[in-house]
């Protein structure tokens, strides 16, 4: 496996290190520690060593999420998840991918997503018609909530409408690329598809990006590709925020109490915390988790969930417990694909979003 000299040495410096053995939120969920970040480092030294075949470890190379708690807590500056989706692109350009993941990359290639979707919801599809027309600000509600949670994206819709925001919805939206950038890294094919965003993007003034693992694609792998656009990105945390700040928004605050959900991509990736925060007070009592920002646990995903649901169950699991052990009995969540896991799990925990909460 070619794999580059920076790969090697993270990969070689995390496969005997425990450091984040306790953080990783699939490790915690299996109970296996062949889950774990230290794990995949040791397997992926012993194919650089030819000791085992790239095959034998794919489906662990496959357990990570990427959600960066491992990079986040380890001191002496180690990065999992960078040698993990380098592990992926050398893997698709060898032809070893697992046929499971094969099949999302086709569909990414084939429909714009990892589902394989071609048609929207009825609901979604006349409030996504009610802004076709060309305004200086877009809102990208990304495949998600376009394609498996589309209620939400029409929540999603419906807030700005509240505020009296004028903006377009498109509906062929393009891909982000950031579907093909977890599943197979910075191929040409998820450069393809960054490009294309990024040319739609520039079109606009403004692009206000719904889905959290979206903004972080286009707020910071974009960048770290190349790929360059000439919109102002905002995350759509920071703008409904910014509504409330300037009073589009009348929030009327209740006695309700909440814990939020942070979503890694925001906390972690682009330091974007207190934004949802901000929404959240404005109409409930937030109760925070003991972990939470920054060291936020990750909560599950729709796109993981295609390939090992039981595990990503038990991964929200885990989370609703952590918000029952401060006792709190209803999560507001920032991302709509941790809201569609956590939703997916029976529970006496409300899991809502940050749109219900400001729509009632």
Same mark, same amino acid.
């Given at each position: 496996?070619?794999?580059?000299?920076?790969?090697?040495?993270?990969?070689?410096?995390?496969?005997?290190?425990?450091?984040?053995?306790?953080?990783?939120?699939?490790?915690?969920?299996?109970?296996?520690?062949?889950?774990?970040?230290?794990?995949?480092?040791?397997?992926?030294?012993?194919?650089?060593?030819?000791?085992?075949?790239?095959?034998?470890?794919?489906?662990?190379?496959?357990?990570?999420?990427?959600?960066?708690?491992?990079?986040?807590?380890?001191?002496?500056?180690? /990065?999992?998840?960078?040698?993990?989706?380098?592990?992926?692109?050398?893997?698709?350009?060898?032809?070893?991918?697992? /046929?499971?993941?094969?099949?999302?990359?086709?569909?990414?290639?084939?429909?714009?997503?990892?589902?394989?979707?071609?048609?929207? /919801?009825?609901?979604?599809?006349?409030?996504?018609?009610?802004?076709?027309?060309?305004?200086?600000?877009?809102?990208?509600? +990304?495949?998600?909530?376009?394609?498996?949670?589309?209620?939400?994206?029409?929540?999603?819709?419906?807030?700005?409408?509240?505020?009296?925001?004028?903006?377009?919805?498109?509906?062929?939206?393009?891909?982000?690329?950031?579907?093909?950038?977890?599943?197979?890294?910075?191929?040409?094919?998820?450069?393809?598809?960054?490009?294309?965003?990024?040319?739609?993007?520039?079109?606009?003034?403004?692009?206000?990006?719904?889905?959290?693992?979206?903004?972080?694609?286009?707020?910071?792998?974009?960048?770290?590709?190349?790929?360059?656009?000439?919109?102002?990105?905002?995350?759509?945390?920071?703008?409904?925020?910014?509504?409330?700040?300037?009073?589009?928004?009348?929030?009327?605050?209740?006695?309700? +109490?909440?814990?939020?959900?942070?979503?890694?991509?925001?906390?972690?990736?682009?330091?974007?915390?207190?934004?949802?925060?901000?929404?959240?007070?404005?109409?409930?009592?937030? +109760?925070?988790?003991?972990?939470?920002?920054?060291?936020?646990?990750?909560?599950?995903?729709?796109?993981?969930?295609?390939?090992?649901?039981?595990?990503?169950?038990?991964?929200?699991?885990?989370?609703?417990?952590?918000?029952?052990?401060?006792?709190?009995?209803?999560?507001?969540?920032?991302?709509?694909?941790?809201?569609?896991?956590?939703?997916?799990?029976?529970?006496?925990?409300?899991?809502?979003?940050?749109?219900?909460?400001?729509?009632?």
């Amino acid at each position: 496996m070619l794999m580059s000299e920076k790969s090697k040495q993270h990969a070689d410096a995390c496969r005997f290190c425990w450091m984040c053995h306790h953080i990783c939120p699939i490790g915690n969920a299996s109970g296996h520690e062949r889950s774990t970040p230290r794990a995949r480092a040791l397997g992926i030294s012993l194919v650089n060593r030819g000791a085992i075949e790239l095959e034998e470890i794919m489906d662990n190379i496959y357990e990570c999420v990427g959600c960066g708690a491992c990079v986040h807590d380890c001191v002496t500056g180690w /990065d999992p998840v960078m040698f993990t989706k380098e592990t992926r692109l050398l893997a698709a350009l060898d032809g070893k991918l697992p /046929d499971y993941i094969s099949k999302l990359v086709e569909n990414c290639l084939n429909t714009g997503n990892a589902y394989g979707k071609t048609e929207i /919801d009825s609901e979604l599809c006349d409030a996504v018609k009610a802004h076709s027309e060309k305004t200086d600000t877009l809102l990208l509600l +990304g495949a998600d909530a376009r394609y498996m949670v589309p209620n939400q994206a029409v929540k999603a819709i419906r807030v700005l409408e509240k505020a009296g925001v004028k903006f377009t919805v498109l509906a062929d939206e393009p891909a982000t690329g950031a579907q093909l950038d977890f599943l197979i890294g910075a191929a040409n094919e998820t450069k393809e598809q960054m490009l294309a965003c990024a040319k739609v993007m520039s079109e606009y003034k403004a692009v206000v990006i719904y889905d959290p693992q979206d903004a972080k694609a286009i707020k910071q792998t974009y960048k770290a590709y190349g790929v360059e656009y000439s919109a102002e990105a905002l995350t759509y945390t920071s703008f409904v925020a910014k509504l409330l700040k300037d009073g589009k928004l009348e929030a009327k605050h209740s006695d309700k +109490g909440v814990t939020l959900q942070d979503p890694c991509q925001l906390s972690r990736d682009l330091d974007e915390s207190e934004d949802a925060r901000e929404i959240v007070m404005s109409y409930a009592v937030l +109760g925070e988790m003991l972990l939470n920002r920054k060291e936020t646990v990750w909560a599950g995903n729709i796109l993981t969930a295609q390939y090992m649901p039981e595990i990503i169950k038990k991964v929200s699991e885990r989370r609703i417990f952590n918000a029952k052990s401060v006792g709190a009995d209803t999560i507001v969540t920032a991302s709509v694909s941790e809201y569609a896991a956590l939703r997916a799990v029976a529970t006496d925990v409300e899991i809502i979003s940050i749109e219900d909460l400001i729509l009632g």
